[in-house]
């Protein structure tokens, strides 16, 4: 890429010239996304903090959005990324609606559009840093999808990403059920939130959960959670670890 700038005589003259420039690494990101299915819909949570490496940055960045009238999206990753994807669906979506044939798209269609966009993007090897959760409700039947950033994907009935897909999933397979209330989802959902707050240094104690079900989206007001912090194992965390010394009085 070769920049040119004007000078005084009307000439202009090459300063720079660069070759294009791909993402290396994210610098703003938010942390797990957790999202179950139940008896009415979806239910989606997330905390709402931003790191800039390993600092904590921002504390009010909303990762849950709704994606027009069926779809839930919430995402993992690099927060300009993010942006960028809701940018992508802001056009597909007016484009549907520029339709008015009385149709509209449904989550399966938009887990799929994403998962073109994220594979498609990894082949210019220029992939955008997200890991994205999309569930929704159309026709009376949930659905609950999962991206990564290189295009895999797939569904389940509950899904998380980051760190909760190594501490939130195994809550997850010993207590969900697909006849959960509202109510018991949502404890579920603190459980998991609440143990990655203990576990998870990108994580704070701040969260939304969201819900979709045939009658729209709701997104909770910002709220915290109760926590106990006096466990024992909290105290002296690596007492007893493989390579761990213990101080000589």
């Not at 940018?87 to 994403?114: A, C, F, Q, V």
Request: net charge negative; proline share 3%; glycine share 8%.
């Amino acid at each position: 890429m070769t920049f040119t700038v004007p000078i005084d005589n009307g000439d202009s003259v090459k300063i720079a010239e660069e070759e294009s420039q791909r993402t290396l690494y994210p610098y703003v990101t938010g942390t797990s996304i957790v999202a179950i299915k139940y008896k009415d819909g979806v239910l989606m949570a997330s905390d709402m903090g931003g790191s800039y490496g390993s600092t904590l940055r921002y504390k009010n960045i909303e990762r849950v959005k709704a994606i027009g009238k069926h779809s839930l999206l919430g995402a993992s990753g690099e927060i300009s990324d993010f942006q960028e994807i809701l940018r992508y669906l802001d056009e597909l979506t007016l484009n549907d609606n520029m339709w008015d044939d009385g149709n509209s798209l449904g989550p399966k269609e938009i887990h799929n559009y994403l998962t073109r966009v994220m594979y498609n993007r990894r082949n210019k090897f220029n992939p955008l840093w997200n890991t994205l959760v999309l569930g929704g409700v159309k026709n009376g039947k949930s659905y609950l999808g999962m991206v990564s950033m290189i295009g895999v994907s797939f569904e389940d009935d509950h899904v998380a990403t980051g760190f909760g897909n190594h501490l939130a999933r195994p809550i997850l397979r010993d207590e969900w059920h697909a006849d959960l209330s509202f109510e018991d989802g949502v404890k579920l959902l603190e459980k998991c939130m609440r143990v990655l707050l203990y576990r998870d240094r990108s994580a704070i104690n701040k969260l939304q959960i969201a819900k979709i079900t045939e009658e729209g989206v709701t997104v909770s007001q910002p709220y915290s959670l109760k926590t106990f912090w006096e466990f024992s194992s909290f105290h002296n965390p690596t007492a007893g670890a493989e390579g761990s010394c213990r101080m000589l009085s």
